[in-house]
């Protein structure tokens, strides 16, 4: 069994994360020792040599320019196809793993042979006793959020370990099924990318997973920052785009073109109505069509699952304590979430 780890290192991340990182993989239980990649975007001769020099054990992938967390990895993943690595394990640096992580993970794809991404239990560092994410919730209007953020494990109800899709944080992702479904679209750039894999697999017929017993600690914080509100606006759009049917694109528009106006009104009073002209201007751009619709023609060639039986792992709320109001709270997710149910009983009688 080969297995393969990715790290992707920016400027001084490696110098503020790899070391604890490191450490625990080199601590892995030895029923599996993985190979580690670090790809290193925007390298330079400094960052090469720490890196070397830290890790002497791993391969170091060395991009001239920032090419995001979608290509980074896909860099260093497209090796490791070549070379028929069975498993790949995406980590970020700012992460560490338990000793018995890995082989909980891989227990847990050996024993589904469906299983094409297995999460791990991602619990917040330094508040360890508090989730990170329990797997990550799609939105029915593309938002993605952390399922469980900041709840006391113990306190947690894991009611089944299907999850609409993993966080690129810690993901096990089997190789047979990459080759099926491919990698990340790098168009995203950074964000979003995860969930639009964890979409295509479900749509063809692969399972996401969560591996409860495989524990790993993240540096987390929800952060809110102008470039960051552009990416997840933009691609939470591509990847319904790509992904819905033409009926649930239908039937999903109203309640989209009122939370374009909610978004629009939420960045003009944070400062960021630029940024959210920026979105629109994305996809106003004749150019930019080339590409969503191939994108949207390639992703829906991969279909063997209809949406009915994707949809109970949507959600019709936004259950994220980060961005809590009582706007939301109240009136915006109790009206989507009504809709929401209805479409669902449609698109189920539909069979679509």
Known sequence: MKVGVILVNYKDYAERFLAPCLESLRQLDPYIKPDIFIVDNASSVQSEIYLRTQAPEARIICNKHNDGFAKGNNDAMRIMLDEGYDYILLLNMDASLDASALKELVYVAESNHLAGAIQARLMLDPDRELVNSLGNVTHFLGFGYCRSYREKYNNVQVKSSAIAYPSGACVLLKAKALRDVGLFDEEFWMY????????????????????????????????????????LERNRLIVAWKNYSLLALILFFPPLLIMELGTTYFSWRSGWLEEKKKVWAYFFNIKNWSYLLKARRQTQALRKVPDYKILPLF??????????????????????????????????????
């Open 315 to 352: 959600s019709g709320a936004i259950a994220y304590q980060e961005i809590n109001s009582p706007l939301l709270k109240y009136v915006v997710n109790p009206i989507f979430s009504v809709y929401f149910s209805i479409t669902r009983l449609l698109i189920k009688l539909l069979k679509q």
């Open 192 to 231: 979003n990318e995860d969930q639009d894999l964890g979409w295509r697999l479900w749509l063809s017929s692969w399972q996401c997973l969560l591996a409860p017993k495989a524990i790993a600690y993240h540096h987390y914080e929800f952060s809110r920052s102008i470039s960051k509100f552009y990416w």
